[in-house]
């Protein structure tokens, strides 16, 4: 019903600077909250930054004055503007939806398919 296709990833240097975009489509009604999540081998998937109901925005702590989230919600996308890139943000990203759409009686979360984010020394 929903999908999600994200872009923007590739490989920078430490210091760099990338953006990653995420584009939804399908049987939308309502997108309630747009994000951001990462994850390394071997570990769990941690948020990164997310918007919900439009303006209240959260960030995971290591990313706080670096990354930024926003949104164009006439075309339903949102944005990951990444500055200062450091090693340890090298992961796989994935953006998620938390969507009400046609045909349904609840909100329902939906995933990207990720994209890989490397960042060198």
């Known amino acids: 019903q929903v999908q999600l296709v994200e872009s923007g990833g590739g490989l920078v240097q430490a210091g760099g600077s990338l953006r990653l975009s995420c584009a939804a489509s399908g049987r939308i009604l309502r997108i309630n909250s747009m994000g951001w999540y990462r994850q390394t081998p071997g570990k769990q998937r941690e948020l990164v930054a997310v918007i919900v109901s439009g303006d209240n925005t959260n960030y995971a702590d290591s990313v706080k004055g670096r990354f930024t989230i926003s949104t164009d919600n006439a075309k339903n996308t949102w944005y990951l503007q990444m500055n200062s890139l450091k090693p340890e943000d090298t992961a796989i990203y994935y953006c998620?939806?938390?969507?009400?759409?046609?045909?349904?009686?609840?909100?329902?979360?939906?995933w990207g398919q990720g994209t890989q984010v490397t960042v060198s020394s």
């Open positions: 998620k939806a938390r969507v009400f759409s046609l045909g349904s009686i609840s909100n329902n979360d939906y």
